[in-house]
């Protein structure tokens, strides 16, 4: 087996200087060169076990989301996983499917596989990561929010629902429902305050019964809009809260002969696949690849010594797309940054 010091031998420089490069730390570009040429002249690969042993951790990064179906979740791995490879480390992508059981798995075997960190989008409010804390494993809470004292990245999903109401208000719907994900889950509750207070800011009531909580997913969408239209006096416009949602929602309304210009929809995310015309839909748009970005840079600084208290990070939505804002922010939080979740 070829060794580091054989490496070092043939490009003429120190072993040091090779476990830099094969690292990806900064060294000056002939000495590099000169390394990555020796190491493929004598199809060097490095023992990723024995260093696994010696730092106590592999150069495995896990990623924990509740449905890679949704393009906003795929979104966010690729952005994850560029900024992870770019950083040194792979990424095993974990899908719990909203399981609670599932995601336990998944966060035991990350922790008995010494992987380094874990980045998790949780389906449970109260994920069981301290065993992985507890061996000082990097964590970072991505999308929704927990209580457990780790950075968290989310976006304001309070004004997220605010915004999609707004946007109904605009054409002239009054009554306008709101399908929400799960009770249990921080993104549903506050899109759902959204929502509510949109509709309070106009001088409206909200109708609990226009208010109904589902999964977020596509048959989710589907009962939520049967319910709703066969209330007594159905809403005229629909919140829907994320993306998949609304594809069931639109396929319902279709079905009962609703277009888009006469029920109103709202939908928070953008749709995976058109199912009617655009211009008759209001987008919310949301930005997965930032958040994969901004996470992926935290929980990297955290590997690389940043011992600092946990951030609450609230990511801006809308039309701003500078992710180096973004990642800008989780390493200089403001005091006003406060716990919001999103989900799409």
Not at 154 to 165: H, K, M, P, S, Y
Not at 182 to 202: K, M, V, Y
Not at 240 to 245: E, F, K, L, T
């Amino acid at each position: 087996m070829v060794t580091i010091i054989e490496v070092a031998r043939r490009a003429g420089v120190s072993t040091a200087t090779v476990s830099r490069v094969l690292n990806g730390k900064t060294v000056r570009a002939d000495l590099a060169g000169a390394v990555r040429r020796a190491a493929a002249e004598l199809d060097y690969a490095p023992d990723r076990t024995a260093r696994s042993l010696r730092r106590r951790h592999s150069d495995v990064l896990a990623l924990i989301i509740p449905d890679i179906e949704n393009p906003f979740f795929t979104a966010l791995a690729r952005a994850v996983e560029d900024r992870a490879h770019a950083g040194g480390y792979s990424v095993v992508l974990c899908n719990t499917d909203e399981d609670p059981d599932k995601e336990a798995r998944y966060l035991a075997i990350a922790e008995s596989e010494n992987m380094a960190g874990v980045l998790i989008a949780p389906t449970d409010p109260t994920p069981r990561l301290r065993p992985l804390l507890k061996r000082g494993r990097a964590v970072v809470v991505l999308d929704r929010t927990t209580d457990v004292p780790v950075d968290h990245l989310t976006f304001d999903n309070v004004a997220l629902g605010r915004a999609a109401t707004e946007a109904l208000l605009g054409r002239g719907h009054t009554n306008i429902a709101c399908i929400a994900g799960p009770r249990e889950t921080s993104t549903a509750a506050d899109r759902a305050q959204g929502w509510r207070s949109a509709l309070q800011a106009a001088g409206l009531a909200p109708q609990e019964e226009f208010l109904l909580h589902t999964s977020f997913r596509l048959d989710g969408g589907r009962r939520a809009t049967e319910e709703l239209l066969a209330l007594p006096t159905p809403p005229k416009a629909i919140v829907a809260s994320n993306n998949v949602v609304a594809v069931g929602a639109l396929q319902v309304l279709a079905r009962h002969g609703h277009s888009p210009e006469d029920q109103g929809v709202s939908i928070i995310g953008d749709l995976p696949f058109a199912t009617s015309p655009m211009e008759n839909l209001d987008l919310i748009p949301l930005r997965p690849q930032r958040m994969g970005h901004a996470a992926a840079d935290r929980l990297l600084a955290r590997l690389q010594g940043d011992a600092g208290a946990p951030q609450q990070v609230v990511l801006p939505t809308g039309e701003q797309t500078a992710d180096t804002t973004a990642a800008a922010e989780c390493s200089n939080p403001t005091d006003s940054a406060e716990s919001a979740s999103a989900t799409s």
